[in-house]
């Protein structure tokens, strides 16, 4: 397969066609709902939005924003790299605010297995993705 730029079109269908295969994370789809929205900013395309979402028995993963949206998180192009090929720590990236969470905190807290089950996937298409 051919490589794919972080945070294009084609990284988030890849993602997105993925996550629709996966059982897993398919299942879960009728355990939790939530809809999260990213922003990532001052990138390539400049301001990118893409969703997770949880709801009726399915995760889907797509551009654009959630509907309905739980939860937002803004962060800058620089840091949405640093956390995606591990030279920061996720939880380091909101500790300092360099990812910014608006809305229901409590939900995302509450959504881990979520991640969990993105984990692979998100691990599956770096091998394919490029970072500039």
Do not use: C
């Amino acid at each position: 397969m051919s490589t794919v730029r972080y945070l294009s079109l084609d990284w988030i269908e890849a993602i997105g066609t993925r996550a629709a295969e996966n059982a897993q994370l398919q299942a879960l789809g009728s355990t939790l709902e939530i809809g999260i929205t990213q922003m990532v900013s001052d990138g390539p395309e400049d301001t990118v939005l893409y969703h997770l979402q949880v709801k009726d028995n399915a995760v889907t993963f797509g551009a654009g924003p959630a509907d309905p949206e739980h939860v937002r998180l803004e962060q800058e192009w620089e840091t949405a790299v640093a956390v995606a090929t591990g030279e920061m720590a996720a939880e380091d990236a909101f500790i300092t605010g360099a990812i910014r969470i608006g809305g229901d905190a409590q939900m995302l807290l509450q959504s881990q297995e979520i991640f969990a089950a993105l984990d692979p996937i998100f691990d599956e298409v770096a091998h394919i993705t490029v970072y500039k």
